[in-house]
């Protein structure tokens, strides 16, 4: 049997429609990935992929709104009760996290720097540094 976090990654093809198809029925977790279009994410749902996994970044890298297949996959399965979450992939800055999550995304795979960038803030930094100035005056006085 299998673990229950194990989940197979197989690529949007025919094959791996197949392969989702049987595995599904086997109830093993599969990950549609490399998805680039709501139609592709669609077709991995309606075969029982347990994840699609739409690209933002490479998709915003050749003029295309990669949020878009984001939404709209998150929209379709909704509107057909489809049990596939969406996770968002290929996210390269804070703004992607957002947007991700305002378009109802059930999971986003994000890079540590990314993470970094999302805690930090020139405001928090300057509130930081005056609260420890704040600190060290009550310290000496």
């Not at 392969?19 to 680039?36: D, P, W």
Request: aromatic share 8%.
């Amino acid at each position: 049997s299998w673990h229950e976090n194990i989940v197979v990654k197989i690529p949007v093809s025919e094959a791996g429609l197949e392969a989702i198809s049987v595995l599904s029925r086997e109830n093993i977790k599969t990950n549609f990935t490399l998805c680039f279009s709501a139609n592709q994410a669609l077709l991995g749902a309606l075969v029982g992929a347990t994840y699609v996994s739409p690209f933002v970044g490479r998709l915003d890298d050749i003029g295309h709104q990669g949020m878009e297949v984001v939404a709209d996959s998150v929209e379709i399965f909704k509107k057909y009760g489809l049990r596939t979450q969406v996770i968002a992939a290929s996210l390269r800055h804070p703004l992607h996290i957002i947007a991700a999550a305002k378009a109802g995304a059930h999971v986003a795979t994000v890079p540590y720097s990314v993470l970094m960038q999302m805690i930090r803030h020139p405001l928090t930094d300057i509130g930081i540094a005056r609260f420890a100035e704040d600190w060290k005056k009550v310290m000496k006085g």
